[in-house]
């Protein structure tokens, strides 16, 4: 585990702000609001706990209580850019849905703002990461606020500085449908943003993911249930593999989730054997009591990878990401460093 965190540098591309709150940041949130007598039981799974997904998103509709004001926002992003920063991740793509709170004043733009002035003080103090934002769509929240979101990203997208790379499409996937929101997907797809959906998280949304994939999207967050072996099919595997579209997975999510029976039965083996672009994320690090060593320790130690696979599977996730071309290549140059020194 020391190892992962000391010599492996990794990009991490799937990551939920709310859902990367550490124990130490929650207990601060907690300290500040005691009127909502909320039990750290409450805002994560720990190890060796398992929830249903249904219960997961019930975690975080607590958090969302704890995180509600532009204050808020601001402590939480900072705090989980250093972590990330701590473990070795020298470039990040965060994601967060933006809210608005009567109580507190929050609007939606303020929420991505509060982010954004996140990204801008740790690289002022030197923190040592890169840092974009994609703009999350919740799917419970159907087309028009899916709509609004994209014309906001557009927006943000224009003065952000570059900060602002993307899109997501989350939340619960037993609500809604991803047909309706194909127009809101479309067009931040035509203005440039790019597009990291999460597909097939359950397996009831092969007709959606058929959909979906034909955009296509850049990246797909999950996909537990695209191959035929757990129920997929062979179109859209197909579909995936042909636009060469790289999947983010993320392990001990889906275990504590009880998408995936367990570590050896998950669907990186599937797709990592057949060679295609396989991203090592962590999707909510808080929730979930995992970062991102952790998560590769955990893809070497099921699948046997070497030392040198694991290199190769952090310098992939290099060119899956969102970053700029220049950014891509002092990545690969900070890679290339440290490389002989490891093997
Ligand atoms: C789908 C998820 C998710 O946006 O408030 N989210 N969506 N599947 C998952 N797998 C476990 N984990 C997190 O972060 C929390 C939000 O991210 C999405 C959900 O919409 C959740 O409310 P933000 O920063």
């Known amino acids: 585990m020391e190892t992962m965190k ?4 990794k990009p991490g591309l799937h990551a939920h702000l709310n859902g990367s709150v550490s124990f130490e940041t929650m207990e601060k949130l907690i300290a500040r609001k005691p009127h909502l007598n909320i039990k750290h039981s409450m805002t994560a799974i720990r190890n060796g706990q398992h929830r249903t997904l249904d219960e997961c998103f019930q975690v975080f509709k607590v958090i969302h209580q704890l995180v509600d004001s532009e204050e808020d926002i601001l402590m939480v992003a900072k ?5 990330f920063a701590a473990d070795g991740v020298k470039y990040l793509e965060l994601r967060s849905t933006p809210r ?24 002022q ?19 028009e606020v899916a709509m609004e979101t994209v014309k906001l990203a557009e927006d943000f997208m224009l003065s952000s500085d570059g900060l602002i790379v993307g899109l997501d ?11 309706d929101l194909l127009p809101a997907l479309q067009r931040a797809k035509n203005c440039g943003l790019k597009l990291a959906l999460h597909l097939s998280e359950i397996p009831s949304q092969k007709e959606e993911s058929e959909l979906l994939l ?16 757990v129920g997929g099919s062979d179109s859209l595997v197909d579909k995936v593999c042909k636009q060469n579209i790289p999947i983010e997975l993320c392990l001990t999510s889906n275990v504590k989730g009880q998408t995936v029976p367990s570590y050896d039965k998950h669907h990186f083996q599937y797709w990592y054997e057949r060679g295609h672009p396989c991203v ?3 999707d909510d690090k808080g929730v979930f009591c995992t970062d991102l060593s952790q998560e590769y320790q955990l893809a070497a130690s099921t699948f046997g990878l070497s030392q040198e696979a694991v ?4 310098q992939q996730a290099i060119q899956c990401s969102f970053a700029p071309e220049a950014v891509k290549q002092q990545l690969e140059q900070k890679w290339a460093e440290l490389r002989p020194r490891v093997l």
């Open 169 to 179: 499409l989350s939340g619960d996937p037993t609500v809604g449908h991803g047909k």
């Open 280 to 282: 090592l994320c962590t």
């Open 79 to 83: 705090a989980v850019i250093q972590e």
């Open 6 to 9: 000391k010599y492996y540098q």
């Open 125 to 143: 103090e030197d923190v040592d990461i890169e840092v974009r934002f994609l703009v999350a769509i919740d799917r419970r929240n159907g087309p």
């Open 100 to 123: 608005e709170e009567t109580k507190t004043g929050l609007s939606k733009r303020r929420y991505i703002e509060s982010a954004i002035e996140a990204i801008r003080q740790c690289k």
């Open 214 to 229: 034909d955009l296509p999207p850049d990246r797909i967050g999950h996909g537990t249930f695209l191959h035929p072996e």
């Open 311 to 314: 290199w190769h599977l952090s």
